[in-house]
C-alpha cells in the first residue's frame, strides 16, 4: 500500500515539474516573426512572415489584414521606400513557369513531308496574384554551322500567309519553312485551330519577342500546348539545322 | 587484351560523338513577383529575389532588361539593356549579373540585387525586369533548343521630394452595345433584356510616376436599383492606359474584346453606370458615367411577328368566310 502511495505521490511530483518545465520553456522561446535588418547603407526587406492574412470583403466593408507582418505599412528609409508585401499586391505567392521540354527535337526532315508526330511542349504558368505574359523568340532561323537556312514560315502563303504576329494556315507540303502552333489556356485569338502557324519573331533580325499566351487575370495551371513544324523541299543542304527558342514568362505588372 | 582495348575505346568514341541532352524539364519560380521602389537620387537599396528550381537541375545566370508599355492590357516591350539612371548589381558573394551558376533540382537561390539611383538622376519612374535566365541544352541533331527566362518586375520611381503628381483619369468607361440608335444627335446604347452587359473601364496616365486607381462601377436602373462590382487596382504605367479588370472575371459569351467586367441579370428600361475612380494615399476622386437601355427587343420582335401572323389570318380568315357566305348567298339564290 505504502508502495503505491509513494508511486503516485512521485507522478504527482513529476507531473508538476513537467508542467513548470513546459511553462518556463515556452516563455523564454517567445517566437519572432518579424525580421528587419538594417544599416547605414542598406536596408533588406525580407517577403513577409505573416502567420495569417487575407481579404475580407461584405457589401458593407474591405479590410485587409496580415497578421504578424514585418512591415504593415509603407516601409520608409532615409531616402527609398518599398512595397514589397501582401498589403500592396496583394500577393504572398510566387510567379511559376514551366516547360515540359526544353529540347524541341525534329529527328530527320524528309522533303516535302510533315515530320508525325510534330514535336511539342507544354507551357505552364501559375501566378495566383495578377495576370503573365509569355513572348517567344528564336535567335534566328534553323541553320547549320555552314549557314544553310531553313527560312521561317510564311504558311500556305497568299491570301494565306502568315507574319509573327498573326497566325494563318499552313496544310500545303510544297511550303516549306519553320513555325509554330499553340493551343490551350489563354493563347493568342489569331491561332484558330491546329493549322494555324505563325513563324517565330528573330533576335538576328532585330525583332522584339511577341506574345503567344497572355491572361489580365489571377492564373493557376494555366497550361498551352507548343507545336514545332519544320518543312524543307528537295533542294534543302543536308545537316544538322539548330536554332534557340526562347521562352519568356513575366508576370503582369 | 587488345580486341578489349579497343572495345573500350570504341565504345568511349562513340559515347563522345553520340552526345544527346535528355529532354529537360523547367519548372522554376520567383519571389516575389513585383517591388515597386521609390528612390531618392543618389540612394541605394538591395532587395532579395528568390529563385526556386522544381525541375530539373540547370545552369542559370541573370539579366536586367528595361521595358515599356505596350497596350493597355499590362504588355510590355522590352529594351536591349537596362536604360535609364539606375544601376544594378548583384551583391550575393558567388554571383554577378550576368554570371552563371547551378541550380540543382528542388534548390533555392536568392539574388541580393542592389539598387542604386545615380546622382541627379531625372525625377520620374523607370521600369525593369530582372530575369533569370536558364541554359538551353545541347544536341546533335537537327532541334530547337529552349532557352527558357522567367522574370520578377522592378518598378522604380525616382523623386527628390517623395512628392509624385497624380495624373490619372478615365479615359474610357462604355458598355458593349447590342444594337446602337442615333437619333437627334445622340447616340443610344440598347441591349437585350436577358444579355450580359460587358462594361470596359480604361484608365490614362498622362503622369510621369505611374498610378494605381482603385476603381468601383456602379449599375443603377431607374427604379433605383443598384449593383457595385470592384475592379483590380492594377498599376497604370507613366504616359499609358490600361484596361481595368475584376478581380474574379465572370464567364462572359458576348465578349468577343477584353472588358473589365460583366453585369448579368434581367434588364428592363434605362441604366447609369458609374465608374469613381480614387488612389492610394491621395483624396482625389474622378467620376465618369454612361447608360444604357435595356429591352426585350427579340421577344418583342417575336410576339409583332406572331401578332401579324394571326391579324393577316384572320383576315383571310374573315375574307374566306365573307366568300364562302357570298357564294353560299348565290347558290341560294
Known amino acids: 500500500m505504502n508502495l503505491i502511495n509513494n508511486l503516485v505521490s512521485m507522478l504527482i511530483r513529476v507531473s508538476i515539474v513537467f508542467v513548470l518545465l513546459l511553462t518556463l520553456n515556452s516563455q523564454l522561446s517567445t517566437e519572432v516573426y518579424a525580421v528587419n535588418m538594417n544599416s547605414t547603407n542598406y536596408n533588406i526587406i525580407f517577403g513577409n512572415l505573416n502567420i495569417g492574412s487575407g481579404r475580407h470583403d461584405s457589401p458593407n466593408y474591405s479590410m485587409t489584414t496580415s497578421l504578424g507582418q514585418t ?24 510567379f511559376e513557369f514551366e516547360i515540359s521540354s526544353t529540347l524541341i527535337n525534329f529527328g530527320t526532315l524528309i522533303p516535302n513531308t510533315f515530320p508525325t508526330p510534330l514535336p511539342t511542349l507544354d507551357v505552364t504558368i501559375t501566378n495566383p496574384s495578377r495576370g503573365y505574359d509569355v513572348q517567344v523568340i528564336e535567335d534566328h532561323p534553323l541553320r547549320t554551322l555552314s549557314l544553310h537556312f531553313i527560312p521561317d514560315t510564311t504558311c500556305n502563303g497568299g491570301i494565306q500567309a502568315c507574319s509573327r504576329t498573326s497566325a494563318n494556315v499552313w496544310t500545303s507540303t510544297a511550303a516549306t519553312g519553320f513555325g509554330y502552333n499553340a493551343s490551350g489556356h489563354d493563347v493568342t485569338a489569331d491561332f484558330l485551330n491546329n493549322t494555324y502557324y505563325r513563324p517565330f519573331a528573330s533576335r538576328e533580325a532585330g525583332h ?8 489580365t487575370i489571377a492564373a493557376k495551371n494555366r497550361i498551352s500546348t507548343v507545336t514545332f513544324l519544320a518543312n524543307i523541299d528537295g533542294a534543302q543542304a543536308t545537316g544538322t539545322y539548330q536554332t534557340v527558342i526562347n521562352f519568356i514568362a513575366v508576370p503582369k505588372y | 587484351m587488345r580486341l578489349v582495348c579497343v572495345g573500350i575505346l570504341l565504345l568511349t568514341i562513340y559515347h563522345q560523338l553520340s552526345t544527346t541532352a535528355n529532354a529537360e524539364k523547367l519548372h522554376v519560380s520567383v519571389y516575389p513577383p513585383q517591388v515597386e521602389i521609390v528612390i531618392k537620387p543618389g540612394k541605394s537599396l538591395l532587395q532579395a529575389i528568390d529563385l526556386k528550381n522544381n525541375g530539373d537541375t540547370m545552369v542559370f545566370s541573370t539579366s536586367i532588361l528595361s521595358f515599356e508599355p505596350s497596350d493597355d492590357q499590362g504588355g510590355r516591350v522590352f529594351k536591349d539593356k537596362a536604360e535609364g539612371p539606375l544601376r544594378f548589381s548583384l551583391e550575393n558573394s558567388q554571383m554577378g549579373l550576368g554570371d552563371k551558376f547551378v541550380l540543382k533540382s528542388r534548390e533555392k537561390t536568392q539574388a541580393l540585387l542592389k539598387i542604386r539611383a545615380v546622382e541627379n538622376a531625372p525625377e520620374g519612374d523607370y521600369y525593369y525586369t530582372l530575369f533569370f535566365v536558364a541554359d538551353p541544352p545541347v544536341t546533335q541533331t537537327t532541334a530547337g533548343l529552349g532557352r527558357s527566362y522567367i522574370g520578377a518586375n522592378i518598378l522604380v520611381s525616382v523623386t527628390n521630394s517623395g512628392n509624385m503628381p ?27 433584356s436577358n444579355d450580359e452587359v460587358p462594361v470596359v473601364v480604361k484608365i490614362a496616365n498622362t503622369g510621369q510616376f505611374m498610378v494605381t486607381p482603385q476603381v468601383t462601377l456602379k449599375l443603377v436602373s431607374s427604379l433605383g436599383k443598384s449593383e457595385t462590382k470592384k475592379l483590380f487596382p492594377a498599376n497604370v504605367l507613366k504616359n499609358s492606359q490600361r484596361l481595368m479588370v475584376q478581380e474574379e472575371f465572370p464567364e462572359c459569351k458576348r465578349c468577343k474584346i477584353p472588358v473589365s467586367t460583366v453585369f448579368k441579370g434581367w434588364f428592363f428600361g434605362k441604366y447609369t453606370v458609374s465608374a469613381a475612380m480614387t488612389f492610394e494615399f491621395a483624396d482625389k476622386k474622378i467620376y465618369a458615367t454612361t447608360e444604357f437601355w435595356a429591352f426585350p427587343i427579340r421577344l418583342m420582335g417575336l410576339m409583332g411577328l406572331i401578332s401579324l401572323v394571326s391579324l393577316i389570318s384572320l383576315i383571310r380568315l374573315m375574307r374566306h368566310k365573307k366568300h364562302t357566305k357570298k357564294g353560299g348567298d348565290m347558290h341560294g339564290k
Open chain 1, 71 to 94: 512591415f504593415a505599412d509603407r516601409f520608409t528609409s532615409s531616402g527609398f521606400v518599398v512595397k514589397v508585401g501582401f498589403q500592396y499586391i496583394f500577393t504572398t505567392m510566387p
Open chain 2, 166 to 192: 497624380i495624373e490619372g483619369k478615365i479615359a474610357q468607361l462604355q458598355v458593349i452595345p447590342r444594337y446602337s440608335l442615333s437619333l437627334f444627335g445622340k447616340t443610344f446604347t440598347i441591349v437585350e
Open chain 1, 208 to 215: 522584339s519577342p511577341v506574345t503567344f499566351m497572355s491572361s
